[in-house]
Every structure is written in structure tokens, then in C-alpha cells.
């Protein structure tokens, strides 16, 4: 069954740094997602995908973090300047346009990121 | 803004009960509302949506129904079994989706 991957599955790094976290999205989806979910708290929406731009964002998602679609494939999140808040797991999710239940949304297993 | 509350917090049920988890939300102009399971340090597995135009889902042991006018659904489990033991997330929203914090639920063997 097709499922949506992450990479990678666990990443430190230091205050002040650039991550790139990366998704492979369900293919022939059209809908891309990212959420973060800090320990103990809820799943929160950053940003939503579509047609190669941005459609909807949360007020988390400031001018540190962007998103991109490089190849057709790959769905990514940029943190530019890491801060020791932005520790959590990061979901990338997609969506089907059509189908039997298209809005349903299928959620990747997450990249733990933790900013020392 | 769209508020999601879940309760209770956490249950703990002998196997083989039949149980009903709660979920409530603020703004009844939802789109659609999904449930998930999460499983300790794992991503979210989708287990029902209801589109706003629907009353419940049903998939196997699961039945999930929607109340847009009092901003109420439940998760019915039937026969619980300790593999469902996991933390369920409802979720309500078009595009970004606003989740409670979730139900942990244990059955016991």
C-alpha cells in the first residue's frame, strides 16, 4: 500500500543552523502537508501545498521556515535558523484531488528534530 | 478559531469492552473530521473520516459518527482488544487540520 516517507528519521543539530527535512509524498497526490507536534502537545498545522505554492499557513509558520517541491517528488521543509523551540516531530502528510474519500489525509511516521 | 477538546484523557478498559471516545469542537462549520491512532513515537494512521455532509463511518470494529449541530463525535471500538491499545487524535478541518490532544487508551490483556 502506498504510504508517504520521511527522511531523516531523527535529526540533531545545533541552535543557529539550517535543516532540511525531507518528504516523499503518496504518488498522484496533489495536497501537501507539514505539522509538528512538540512532546506532550497537540499536532499543530504549519503549512499547506498545492500547485507548487503555498495555500494556507499557521501564524507558526514564519519567515525561518519555507517549503518546496524541487523535483516532483520530493516535498520539503526548510528551518533556517534553528531555535531550541522549534524541537519536535515534524509530519508531512498528503491528500488525494479525487477519489471515494479525497479529503482524507494520509500522514508520513515523522522526523524527530532536536535543536541543541 | 476552531478549539478541539477530547475526552477523557486517558482510559484504561479490561479487553473485550466496548468503548466511546469524545470529541468536541468549537466552530460547527467543519469540513471534515478525521481520526487517527498514534502510536508511542510513531506518525498518525488515519483510521475514519466523515465528510461534513455525512453522520458516521464505519470501518470494521470502528464506528465514528458526527454531530455538526452540538460539535460532537465519537469513536465507538467494539470488542477491544489490547492492539488497540494507542493514543486516537481527532482532527477537524478542510486543509490544515486542527487536532485535540488525543485519548490514551490502554486495554488491559
Known amino acids: 500500500e502506498p504510504e508517504v516517507t520521511q527522511t531523516p528519521s531523527h535529526q540533531v543539530t545545533q541552535m543557529g543552523q539550517e535543516v532540511i527535512l525531507r518528504c516523499v509524498p503518496i504518488s498522484n497526490h496533489l495536497y501537501f502537508y507539514w505539522y509538528r507536534q512538540i512532546l506532550g502537545q497537540k499536532v499543530e498545522f504549519l503549512v499547506s501545498?498545492?500547485?507548487?505554492?503555498?495555500?494556507?499557513k499557521s501564524e507558526i509558520f514564519d519567515d525561518q521556515f519555507s517549503v518546496e517541491r524541487p523535483d516532483g517528488s520530493n516535498f520539503t521543509l526548510k528551518i533556517r535558523s534553528t531555535k531550541l523551540e522549534d524541537s519536535a516531530m515534524y509530519f508531512c502528510a498528503s491528500r488525494p484531488l479525487t477519489s471515494a474519500s479525497y479529503n482524507e489525509q494520509f500522514f508520513g511516521p515523522g522526523t524527530r528534530l532536536t535543536v541543541l | 478559531k476552531q478549539e478541539v477538546t477530547q475526552i477523557p484523557a486517558a482510559l484504561s478498559v479490561p479487553e473485550g469492552e466496548n468503548l466511546v471516545l469524545n470529541c468536541s469542537f468549537t466552530?460547527?462549520?467543519?469540513?471534515?473530521l478525521q481520526w487517527f491512532r498514534q502510536d508511542p513515537g510513531k506518525g498518525l494512521t488515519s483510521l475514519l473520516l466523515i465528510q461534513s455532509s455525512q453522520r458516521e463511518q464505519t470501518s470494521g470494529r470502528l464506528n465514528a459518527s458526527l454531530d455538526k449541530s452540538s460539535g460532537r463525535s465519537t469513536l465507538y471500538i467494539a470488542a477491544s482488544q489490547p492492539g488497540d491499545s494507542a493514543t486516537y487524535l481527532c482532527a477537524v478541518g478542510d486543509h490544515g487540520l486542527t487536532f485535540g490532544k488525543g485519548t490514551h487508551l490502554i486495554i488491559q490483556p
Open positions: 466552530d460547527s462549520a467543519i469540513y471534515n
Open positions: 501545498f498545492y500547485n507548487n505554492e503555498i495555500s494556507e
